[in-house]
């Protein structure tokens, strides 16, 4: 007698195929079960979802479907917990995505290659430098025990000390706390302690602590191996902290997956993938420095892994701890007072380790009143030839809008506009080109206007490049304590396209070896430049007036974090500045940075929001269209807004008319977006549901047989 199964597979995003199929196996098999099965004229990787008929249990197949039976069972496997399947569903509905694609991506990329015996060779291969656990082996494992040397981790401060005792404080609600941290408060510490106590109170437990780019903080894993290192001495292995990020190979995902769903990884570090990590025994979430945009995926299933990490806690009931000096305005809102509404609990730490809690003073440069074309106005200049003459350190920070180095003719009206987008190129100047940064599309330089043939064209305006050949030649007299002539360096996405090159770059600035760093934002995250007294941001003023509303939030969020990265050093805080060149210097975002005040920041930017009913004070969704015409891809979100004007919930949600993207063509396709809101979680929720089912009927509708894609974007952070 077989029975049958419901089993998710990959299927396409929009196919009709989004539930899962129904397969028939010789036995029964436990929900999370992986299978593999045929599909079409392949086989493929399933995960057996359910085995009873209720809501989500297998569709009925057409009537000439035969039930095929499943290939092969991946015994050596565990089940996927309920938790996990739990996760993936709320991610599929929430985010408007199919189950199986969800499901499907969530696993590491290899294990869908391997068959049942391939898999089972590759469980019994040990951990390369696994220290062997043959008897004859443990003296040698015995000599790298830190018994020797005693070692004790740092005092805690008394504001560590208090956060801490709230986290663990059984009568206090259990989360999700928001550790709203000043930079260099001790927020890792926090992480380190909470992760501690939940290893040392279960054998078995998990952590998950999640970082916005890894590749940015690999001193976070330096800290969490030495520590745990210390800790756990003998049982450290080789796989109990393991990380996951996109920038690790096929065979090296694949290892830290199964170390994570066999139990053996304790701790799970990594970016925002990480939060679909198997772990049986997850009793922790950290999600540090919460506010990054790099937590929400941007492509396929439109997931925030910072709300997936709450929802996640939740389901495992487990605390989830979210970091940041700069929370997302939405995190802030929900830390208010519980009386008010607030759901998170809100835990401070406003000083920096050490007491040095001065935090940079901020020095607002009028630029009404410099010469006009000046991009370093003469006072900020002379501040930074004395830091320099001092043997300090300077960070020169720039926003790439506004300054990318286009090319223009001196004579008409020629600009180094992409032939394929709405955008111009970018002039690099090392290899002489012009490069799109939206399609890639790149040409040599042209030696004369290819409009009128004028051989005069040079870049309007600058990028980092230009900015720091600009601030060498002005900084050419100005010596060094030892008499030795300025450095001046740069750290960019150009700067870092070799792998290994960012690690040397910033040891170069570690060193001593750079007096002045200029860079974009890349350069204001997380790094603990010590040296650094002098932080200047160019041209931030941008932001103030973008179409965004997040725009605003994110400025104040940089250059928080980069008037952190200055005065780092003890003795070097006293004196740091923090410099902003800008046309509205009493702008109250100015203001609050000056007063280094993020909830005042907060209060301004959440009454303005409450007032324009933004979030958090409603709720987002994107519909988004690509064709080769605006008109095609318009029209297609036109007829689309109509459907929705049928839908029962419509009267609680806002549709808005079909607008291009800000660069509206790229690599010769036009985008066009619209915009859903509603004060309902719920009302939209529903009402995207009951929508993309006409929307898939929409697309097969000759009329709109010119999209070539459309995608639902669920809370997106840009608009
Ligand atoms: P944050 O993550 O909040 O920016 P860090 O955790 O990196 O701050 O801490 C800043 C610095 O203070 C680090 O060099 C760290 O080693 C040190 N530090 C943190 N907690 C303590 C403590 N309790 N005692 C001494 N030094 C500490
Ligand atoms: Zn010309
Ligand atoms: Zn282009």
């Keep these: 007698m077989s029975v ?86 709320f991610s599929a509905s929430y985010y408007q ?59 805690l401060t008394p504001a560590q000390a208090e956060v801490l005792q709230r986290m663990h404080c059984t009568h206090t609600q259990k989360g999700p706390f928001l550790l709203f941290g000043a930079t260099g408060s001790g ?80 701790i799970v570090l990594g970016t925002r993938m990480a939060i679909f990590a198997s772990m049986p025994h997850l009793q922790l979430i950290v999600v540090d420095e919460e506010h990054d945009p790099s937590y929400k995926q941007q492509e396929g299933a439109r997931y925030s892994a910072r709300d997936l990490a709450v929802f996640r806690a939740r389901l495992e009931n487990a605390p989830v701890i979210l970091g940041s000096a700069t929370p997302s305005l939405e995190s802030w809102h929900h830390s208010r007072p519980a009386a008010e509404g607030g759901r998170y609990l809100r835990l401070e730490m406003p000083d920096r380790v050490g007491g040095q809690s001065s935090f940079p003073l901020v020095r607002r440069v009028d630029m009404n009143h410099q010469p006009k074309s000046a991009v370093f106005s003469p006072p900020l200049l002379q501040a930074i030839q004395d830091r320099v003459a001092r043997g ?35 002039f690099h100047k090392t290899d002489r080109t012009l490069r799109c940064h939206h399609c890639g599309y790149t040409e040599r330089v042209p030696r004369h206007c290819p ?28 010596a060094r304590p030892d008499g030795s002539p300025v450095r001046v360096a740069r750290i960019d996405a150009d700067t870092t396209q070799k792998k290994g090159t960012l690690e040397s770059q910033l040891a170069s600035v570690h060193a001593g070896d750079v007096d002045v760093l200029v860079g974009t934002q890349m350069i204001a995250k997380g790094h603990d430049f010590r040296g650094i007294t002098l932080v200047a941001a160019l041209n931030p003023d941008g932001a103030l007036f973008s179409s965004d509303f997040r725009a605003p939030e994110r400025l104040f ?46 209060r301004q930017q959440l009454s303005e929001r409450e007032q324009s009913t933004l979030p958090p004070f409603s709720y987002q969704a994107l519909l988004r269209a690509d064709a080769r015409t ?35 063509r790229v690599a010769n396709v036009e985008r066009a977006q619209m915009l859903l809101e509603s004060t309902s979680r719920t009302a939209l929720q529903h009402h995207l549901a009951q929508w993309h089912t006409l929307l898939h009927a929409l697309k097969k509708d000759p009329a709109h047989k010119g999209v070539i894609r459309w995608a639902v974007d669920v809370d997106p952070l840009a608009i």
């Design 187 to 266: 927020k890792t510490e926090v992480y380190l302690r909470a992760v501690q106590k939940v290893l040392e109170a279960d054998p078995k437990a998990q952590a998950l602590v999640m970082v916005p780019e890894i590749n940015l903080t690999p001193q976070l894993e330096a800290r969490f191996e030495q520590r745990f290192a210390q800790l756990l001495g003998a049982d450290f292995k080789p796989d109990t902290l393991v990380s996951m990020h996109s920038g690790m190979t096929g065979p090296q995902r694949l290892k830290s997956w199964l170390a994570a769903h066999q139990g053996n990884a304790r």
């Design 97 to 155: 995505r199919s189950l199986g694609e969800v499901a499907l991506s969530a696993l590491p990329p290899q294990l869908k290659g391997l068959d049942a015996t391939q898999l089972e060779r590759r469980l019994r291969r040990k951990p390369l430098s696994a220290p062997s656990s043959e008897p004859s082996a443990a003296t040698e494992s015995d000599t790298w025990q830190p018994t020797t040397s005693p070692w004790a981790p740092p005092e």
């Design 4 to 89: 049958q199964l419901s089993v998710l597979v990959h299927t396409p995003a929009h196919s009709q195929l989004a539930g899962p199929l129904t397969y028939q196996s010789e036995l029964p098999l436990a929900p999370g079960t992986l299978v593999r099965v045929p599909l079409g004229q392949r086989e493929t990787l399933g995960v057996v979802w359910n085995t009873q008929l209720g809501a989500d249990a297998p569709q009925p197949p057409p009537s000439n479907w035969e039930i095929k039976p499943i290939t092969a069972v991946l015994g050596g496997l565990q089940p996927l917990s309920d938790a996990w399947k739990q996760l993936v569903g």
């Design 392 to 426: 300090e350190q300077c960070m020169v920070l720039l926003n790439r809008r506004g300054y990318a180095p286009v090319l223009q003719c001196s004579d008409c009206d020629w600009k180094s506009a992409c032939a394929h987008c709405s955008a111009y190129r970018v």
């Design 451 to 478: 409009a009128c043939g004028n051989p005069d064209i040079r870049p309007l305006g600058r990028g980092t490049e230009q900015l720091e050949e600009h601030l060498s030649e002005l900084l050419h007299a100005v």
């Design 557 to 602: 969020s940089l250059l928080l974090q980069a008037a952190g990265r200055a005065g780092r050093s003890p003795d070097l805080s006293a004196q740091s500045e923090m410099w902003v060149q800008t046309h509205h210097p009493q702008h109250p975002l100015y203001a609050a940075l000056k007063a280094h005040n993020y909830p005042e920041f907060a």
């Design 630 to 664: 605006q008109e095609v891809a318009q029209g297609f979100l036109n007829a689309a807004r109509l459907a929705a004007t049928q839908l029962p919930a419509a009267e609680h949600v806002s549709c808005f008319a079909a607008v291009p993207l800000t660069i509206q």
